[in-house]
């Protein structure tokens, strides 16, 4: 009697029992059929297709962007007993050699290839002359051009069914916002695949945001002494601002390393391995951290800076618990990131259909920061997982936020802005509210305009939070030509004129600090 797939999970990969999808998907491909896989990072992904590999007769073509994870992978499954090798760039070109002679001689059961390699002459001709089990597009996203990890050689790999049309292809990814996995199935060509989706939640990570209070490294310090011996994350989103945050870190006693694409490459390694090896290390990262770290005890993942989408934070906070004990992700942000991040898009290389997406992709972020609703729903539902809310395990559900009717604070926040001439940021049209008379006033004669003093009712801090919510609401936006200076919008009109109303969130109390770290 042939091996069942449960036979070779418990004989080959020693598990017990198949997780989610993953029977119903290695069923179907081992019977020929295509699929597409959508599985959050750590979901399990790899059995997918190593087991209808196995299944099959012939060697399954496994398409992988990362070389490293490539290698890890592979000598995994020869550890297994399973016949797996690899062709890259970094082999020399005996063990090519062999590699391809073992592959034609069927004596390889998977072959790990990157794109550029697989789709030279050279390497389709041998496949030509190979018996093939199955192919598996790993990391299928990288096909789509809105996405940061785009390869341009994974949009030929329509050819792979052109060829072989009859050997079943899967294509796997944990990116699965709705128009990204719209594209893959395009682009690869993958209409009359079946589609898995496996859930998206992970129940044991807290989600939290808070408001900045000034440069937020007060309340970054809290929060990473709450997690105390623990290890953690903490993204900052630029080169120069990781080796701040991590100086601030260790000056204040916290085992803190930099990592960035900036450093010495010796140094980068050394301080990823002590990440992964001691207990305790809080790595301080631009996001080229990640792709691929499979520490299953991290118990926080904490965002300094915004991230650039839904996606980005959903993929950078999936990094803590994996392991399925309690972590949390943590997100500071204040206006100032908001207008900085937006003036970041703006003023960068790309076209302005790019831009326009980021913008989009920026604004859906801030409406996930914002929301008085369950965290755990507005993130599943973006990836167009229906949730029923009430999580119990996020800040919203476990510390509810009021809002407040804000249509009359936004429409004086709107005509201060417009009556000072649209030529300055947000602590001086503040200041012109609450009727301040500084030294700025005056000299602009600010405290002579019909709206000076019209906010008294509302203190500094609120005015803040209205200010931040909205500009990410898109009823101002930062002048790039004058240093940040808000200006009125399309969107302003329709408020201005009292024909839209406007429901704001209320600021979190502040912070009271605790005991231990008065004096300190
Ligand atoms: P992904 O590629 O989706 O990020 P992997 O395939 O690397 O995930 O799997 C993540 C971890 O889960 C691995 O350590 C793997 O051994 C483990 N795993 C996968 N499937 C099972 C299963 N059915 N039972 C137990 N452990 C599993
Ligand atoms: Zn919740």
Redesign the pocket.
């Known amino acids: 009697m042939p091996d069942t797939a449960l036979d070779l999970?418990h004989r080959i990969f020693g598990?017990t029992?198949?997780?989610d999808e993953?029977q119903h998907i290695v069923e179907h491909v081992a019977g020929g059929g295509d699929a597409l896989v959508l599985?959050p990072?750590?979901?399990?992904?790899?059995?997918c297709y190593q087991l209808p590999a196995l299944l099959r007769d012939g060697c399954g073509i496994v398409v992988s962007p990362l070389i490293a994870l490539m290698q890890n992978q592979v000598e995994a499954l020869l550890q297994l007993g399973v016949r797996a090798a690899c062709l890259n760039s970094t082999l020399d070109a005996d063990t090519a050699m062999s590699v391809e002679r073992a592959l034609v001689a069927g004596e390889l059961d998977l072959l790990y290839v990157s794109p550029e390699r697989l789709l030279t002459q050279r390497c389709l001709n041998l496949l030509d002359r190979t018996k093939l089990s199955l192919f598996a597009i790993d990391e299928a996203h990288c096909v789509s051009q809105w996405g940061h990890d785009f390869r341009p050689e994974y949009r030929q790999l329509t050819v792979l069914h052109e060829r072989w049309p009859d050997v079943p292809r899967i294509a796997l990814t944990?990116t699965a916002d709705k128009p990204t996995r719209n594209e893959i199935v395009e682009r690869l060509g993958l209409e009359d695949a079946r589609q898995f989706v496996s859930s998206f939640d992970r129940p044991n990570i807290r989600y939290r945001i808070v408001h900045k209070d000034g440069g937020g490294t007060r309340q970054l310090l809290d929060f990473i002494r709450d997690h105390r011996g623990a290890s953690g994350i903490v993204y900052a989103f630029s080169r120069k601002r990781v080796d701040t945050v991590a100086d601030q870190l260790q000056t204040a006693g916290i085992k803190a390393l930099p990592y960035h694409a900036g450093m010495d490459s010796d140094l980068r390694a050394q301080n990823q391995r002590r990440f992964l090896q001691e207990d305790g290390v809080v790595m301080v990262a631009t996001i080229a951290f990640g792709m691929g770290i499979d520490k299953p005890d991290v118990r926080f993942v904490a965002h300094v800076d915004l991230p650039k989408s839904i996606e980005g934070y959903y993929q950078e906070t999936g990094r803590a618990g994996r392991d399925g004990g309690p972590a949390e992700a943590w997100l500071s942000y204040g206006l100032g990131d908001v207008v900085s991040m937006r003036q970041l898009i703006q003023q960068g290389e790309a076209g302005d259909d790019r831009k326009q997406l980021e913008l989009r992709k920026l604004d859906a972020l801030l409406g996930y920061c914002e929301t008085v609703q369950c965290r755990r729903q507005a993130l599943l539902a973006w990836f167009g997982e229906p949730h029923a809310g009430a999580c119990g395990n996020c800040d919203n559900c476990l510390e509810p936020p009021s809002s407040w009717d804000g249509t009359q604070a936004a429409r004086k926040a709107l005509s201060c802005v417009y009556r000072t001439g649209q030529r300055f940021g947000a602590a001086h049209v503040i200041d012109v509210l609450r009727g301040e008379l500084t030294d700025k006033v005056k000299q602009h004669r600010h405290d002579e305009i019909s709206t000076w003093g019209i906010g008294a009712d509302l203190d500094d801090r609120a005015w803040r939070g209205v200010f931040r919510q909205i500009v990410a609401a898109g009823l101002l936006e930062a002048d790039v030509e004058r240093h940040g200076a808000l200006r009125l919008t399309s969107a302003s009109g329709p408020v201005l004129r009292g024909e839209r109303e406007l429901r704001l969130r209320s600021e979190s109390p502040k912070p009271v600090r605790r005991r231990r770290d008065r004096g300190g």
């Open positions: 999970l598990h029992a198949f997780r993953q599985m990072t750590g979901g399990g992904k790899s059995l944990a």
